[in-house]
């Protein structure tokens, strides 16, 4: 069983910046692919960032490619999403997910896209993004 806390999240002017944490425990943090999604009103959950259990790989949807960092820091079992040059169409609940997908799997980049490969899941945390 993992446990998975997300914070960070708030109101914010386009532009800015916030930072997410992810608080995990349960099992060898270590091990696990994590994940960032994003869901907005009535849309799907989308796959934000994903980062490997290293720290080494990661991975971006198109829209936050340079706006956003995923990292990590394994010895406090925490996963971070640094968001800058927020937009309005940010504004979603952010998800926070494990995964025991690795990097030995193929194709990866796809699979990590896919919310079904996430065995755990936060509660998620609101980012408003005003105009």
């Known amino acids: 069983q993992v446990q998975l806390v997300e914070s960070g999240g708030g109101l914010v002017q386009a532009g800015g910046s916030l930072r997410l944490s992810c608080a995990a425990s349960?099992?060898?943090?270590?091990?696990?692919?994590m994940g960032w999604f994003r869901q907005a009103p009535g849309k799907e959950r989308e796959f934000v960032a994903a980062?490997?259990?290293?720290?080494?790989?990661?991975f971006y949807v198109d829209s936050v490619k340079g706006r956003f960092s995923i990292f990590r820091d394994n010895d406090k079992n925490m996963v971070y999403l640094q968001m800058s040059s927020l937009k309005p169409e940010d504004t979603a609940v952010y998800f926070c997910?494990?995964?025991?997908?690795?990097?030995?799997?193929?194709?990866?980049?796809?699979?990590?896209?896919?919310?079904?490969?996430?065995?755990?899941w936060g509660q998620g945390t609101q980012v408003t993004v005003a105009s």
């Open positions: 349960g099992r060898p943090f270590n091990r696990d692919f």
């Open positions: 997910a494990s995964s025991g997908l690795s990097s030995a799997n193929s194709p990866l980049a796809p699979m990590l896209r896919d919310p079904t490969e996430y065995d755990y």
């Open positions: 980062i490997s259990s290293s720290g080494g790989i990661t």
